[in-house]
């Protein structure tokens, strides 16, 4: 199992680990409130994204996979993250029994396509490295997310409520078939 974070490249984006030197420019991108829009809406404090940092590296010491940095390949700056996690959500075992997919970009990263070319090439590794079902938990008001979730192959599994609002459970159960 790996423990490391692979470096992944795409035409426009790499795919790398976290590194303590991007934490200032992360609790940024989870202060804004444009992000945490359909993600707890809440915008995160320095403390709460200190720990997600954290949770990040180590999910993948713990589960040999995790979410990885986004950054833009033109000017090395990070604008996201995407990949997969255990939430423990106890939304039942139909959901918290498999990885959950994830993605965040910051607004400036927003409506050009990173979002999906990041989670395409999250989602080409783990079918190589990891292929099984993943799921995945969405807004109901994000249908970008959505849209973005369906292009990656998932399908409503059903309509639930986390934290006392709206969601979509989606689930794949592997990679779509490429035309």
Not at 8 to 30: G, H, S, V, Y
Not at 77 to 88: E, V
Request: proline share 6%; with cysteine; net charge neutral.
């Amino acid at each position: 199992m790996i423990r490391s974070t692979p470096m992944i490249n795409t035409a426009r984006l790499t795919l790398c680990a976290m590194r303590p030197e991007d934490f200032d420019r992360f609790a940024e991108i989870w202060r804004d409130p444009e992000v945490v829009r359909h993600v707890g809406g809440t915008p995160r404090t320095r403390g709460e994204a200190w720990d997600s940092f954290l949770r990040n590296a180590g999910h993948w010491q713990m589960t040999g996979f995790g979410q990885w940095a986004v950054v833009l390949q033109s000017n090395r700056k990070l604008i996201g993250q995407a990949g997969f996690f255990f939430g423990n959500r106890s939304l039942g075992s139909d959901f918290d029994s498999f990885p959950e997919a994830g993605w965040v970009l910051a607004p400036e990263g927003q409506g050009q396509g990173y979002g999906f070319e990041a989670a395409q090439a999250a989602h080409d590794w783990f079918d190589r490295v990891i292929p099984g079902p993943l799921v995945a938990l969405i807004d109901a008001g994000n249908t970008v997310s959505q849209k973005l979730a369906a292009k990656l192959g998932y399908s409503l599994l059903r309509e639930a409520e986390y934290r006392d609002t709206p969601v979509h459970l989606f689930r794949r159960n592997g990679p779509p078939a490429r035309v």
